[in-house]
């Protein structure tokens, strides 16, 4: 089968909603294909969306971080005093939290791409001239596309395998697992929409003369 | 060409991806990328953990949760009135200041657990005061470096929660196991500083008065029940480490709300410095309103969002390690020095030189699993090695070229960063001597522990 047809399998599995038969069309060197254009045309769409609609670009990440953050800590908290004051402890107080973990932080690493709030040793790249700057810059930007490719694909065929075989959130009786992991290859599409945003500010800083590196805020704006 | 061979282009290869500043994630993502399609691994795997890191174990939630503590505690108002008590209680002496701002960074430390939240939180706030006090800049913000190394060992500790993790002990005896080492790093630290202070003539004294440092303990009380409730709670086993973060975050929540609504209803004026201030106005911080708390947890997420992943990647790069054969060569190595301390110094020369170039986290996730065992091998205790691979690991933060704390004290102090290198030295110093003392004597770190 050639790569489109197999593109093709792997879109009427989505389709038609079949998590056995897309864990089979995943399987296929199409996959990556289907990763590389929902990295570039997804994440390029919600670029243009974040431009389109300045609210989006501001909050959309913010909402998810908080909003999971807050409810890890009500959730243990309320735990301790759910045990301590009515001998009582709800069986998923354990479980969700470490899944709104992980959305927390992999939509707090898409963040920190748009504010280039990853640590890293900066120290020769400042020193070097504007053009070895923005050559950097186009560096980090190639991988970070590059690596989210890599994780939206094998991220969703992850989501895929825990709906294939209907994976419930323990402690619970009708929450599903997927529902909580399919924000993973989400957050990534989304990282992939910061790195456009990036690659074309940097591109205009660097036609336009304006400084390329700028100081990293913790809590700054994106 | 052989594996060997390509392994060691692509490590040559991210060591100038790290050089040209490439986030230290991408690095370690790179490595763990080329290594995989040497050795003919699937990438699935690497996206698999990348889902599974985070739920593998209820511990590892004590990280966000005691990291957005650090922010509560800031925002409130406690931190400043923890760190107005270490003045008051070591301003008599020559370079006071600066150890009370090692003494407030331990305090911090006793309530957060992140290194860059305390030299952040206690380089903003002290760094002006000790300039405007007569000390060097350079000075100020390597103190403020330095002290942040405790917050990894006092506990509450993140790295501890990840260590624990990761070797399957129990969190709860690390974190008992870091007090006195943490406590000591802090004293140690505070011998330098009024030894470098001494010299230079830094610093304004300021006569010891009981009753200022009795107002300002007054004051600090929220800050001194939070310390105390995590260490109960912790000590008699009445909550997990995760829960006892759960709880912290909620006391401070609960007392800064509660803060601001007192000063509101009683007009209270929330600009007046401690000494302007009655005894029961010392009873509530400046506190926060619900407003506030959205800001405040989005900044504890941005710093989560750059550790966690940073974690995950670094898990995945364990395992490959592991396949390549990592652990079998440096057990082999270290074992074959012979004996107890040739392979503890060893051990920890390994730990030191990896600290230089690499964040704690990763040095800790890579390094512990392999060093654990060769350690438990020659009869040291697991608990005591942890706090001498994470005292190590806490020295690394100010180790150049890579020692995240130097970068976090530039960037809250405005101080360039080869500038304050120099006056890291006399807090190296303490800090390696420290550490050589609580490596060879267990009982600093073992003898607090519950009967074991």
């Known amino acids: 089968m050639s790569l489109f047809s197999e593109l093709l399998v792997i879109i009427k599995s989505v389709l038609a909603q079949d998590p056995w038969a897309l864990k089979s069309a995943l399987r296929s060197d199409a996959s990556w294909l289907l990763g590389f254009f929902v990295a ?72 920190n791409v748009r504010l280039r709030a990853h640590l890293s040793f900066s120290e020769f790249r400042s020193r070097m001239g504007r053009t070895g700057q923005f050559a950097c810059l186009c560096l980090d930007n190639a991988l970070w596309m590059g690596f989210a490719i890599i994780v939206i694909v094998t991220t969703f065929k992850a989501v895929v395998l825990s709906a294939s075989n209907f994976q419930i959130v323990l402690g619970t009786d009708n929450v599903m697992q997927w529902w909580f992991l399919a924000t993973a290859p989400l957050a990534f599409i989304l990282m992939a929409a910061r790195v456009i945003e990036n690659f074309t500010e940097d591109y205009s800083n660097f036609r336009n003369d304006r400084p390329l590196l700028k100081q990293t805020v913790i809590g700054g704006d994106a | 060409m052989t594996d060997a061979s390509v392994i060691t282009l692509i490590s040559l290869g991210v060591t100038a991806l790290f050089m040209l500043g490439v986030p230290v994630f991408l690095v370690i993502a790179a490595w763990v990328v080329g290594c995989s399609a040497v050795l003919g691994l699937t990438l699935d795997n690497m996206g698999a953990e990348l889902l599974n890191v985070f739920n593998k174990g209820f511990a590892l939630l004590a990280m966000p949760l005691f990291i957005l503590t650090g922010d509560l ?13 270490a003045y008051a209680c070591l301003g008599w002496l020559r370079g006071g200041l600066a150890m009370a701002s090692l003494g407030a960074c331990g305090l911090f430390a006793a309530i957060s657990g992140s290194n860059s939240a305390t030299t952040a939180t206690i380089g903003s706030m002290l760094h002006p005061e000790m300039v405007k006090g007569g000390y060097d800049e350079r000075f100020s913000a390597a103190t403020a470096a330095a002290g942040g190394t405790v917050g990894i060992i006092i506990p509450p500790s993140i790295i501890f929660i990840v260590y624990g993790f990761l070797l399957n002990l129990p969190i709860s005896d690390l974190f008992v196991a870091g007090i006195l080492p943490g406590a000591l790093m802090v004293i140690g630290m505070q011998l330098a500083c009024w030894i470098v202070c001494q010299l230079n003539g830094w610093g304004h004294l300021i006569q010891f008065q009981f009753n200022r440092a009795l107002k300002t303990a007054f004051g600090a009380w929220l800050g001194f029940f939070a310390i105390g409730l995590v260490l109960w709670g912790i000590y008699t086993g009445k909550f997990s480490p995760t829960e006892a973060a759960g709880v912290t975050v909620g006391f401070c929540i609960i007392a800064g709300l509660v803060s601001w609504g007192v000063n509101k209803i009683a007009g209270l004026d929330m600009t007046k410095s401690w000494e302007e201030k009655s005894y029961p106005e010392m009873l509530v911080v400046e506190g926060f309103t619900l407003k506030d708390i959205p800001g405040i947890t989005m900044r504890s997420a941005q710093i989560t969002g750059v550790l966690a992943p940073l974690i995950a990647i670094s898990v995945v790069m364990q395992q490959i390690l592991s396949l390549l054969g990592a652990q079998v060569f440096i057990t082999d190595f270290l074992t074959g020095l012979g004996g107890y301390y040739p392979v503890l110094f060893a051990a920890m020369a390994i730990v030191f030189i990896s600290g230089m170039v690499l964040e704690s986290l990763p040095v800790t996730i890579i390094l512990a699993p392999i060093l654990a065992p060769v350690a438990a091998g020659i009869g040291v205790d697991p608990i005591h090695f942890s706090v001498i691979f994470l005292v190590g690991a806490s020295i690394g933060f100010i180790t ?7 970068y976090v004290a530039s960037g809250v102090t405005g101080v360039a960063y080869f500038r304050l290198l120099k006056y890291t030295v006399p807090y190296l110093i303490a800090l390696i001597s420290v550490w050589i003392v609580v490596a060879l004597v267990p009982e600093i770190s073992l003898t607090m522990l519950p009967a074991r």
């Open chain 1, 40 to 111: 570039f045309g997804g994440g390029g769409a919600i670029a243009f969306l974040y431009k389109r609609l300045p609210v989006l670009d501001k909050y959309l990440e913010r909402l998810f971080m908080v909003c999971s953050y807050l409810s890890i800590a009500l959730i243990i908290f309320w735990g301790v005093i759910d045990r301590f004051v009515f001998s009582n402890q709800q069986p998923w107080s354990t479980t969700i939290p470490p899944l709104l973990f992980m959305i927390m932080a992999w939509f707090g690493a898409t963040y």
């Open chain 2, 400 to 406: 150049p070229p890579y020692g995240l704390n130097l």
């Open chain 2, 73 to 85: 505690i800031n925002k409130s108002g406690i931190a400043r009135r923890l760190s107005d008590f």
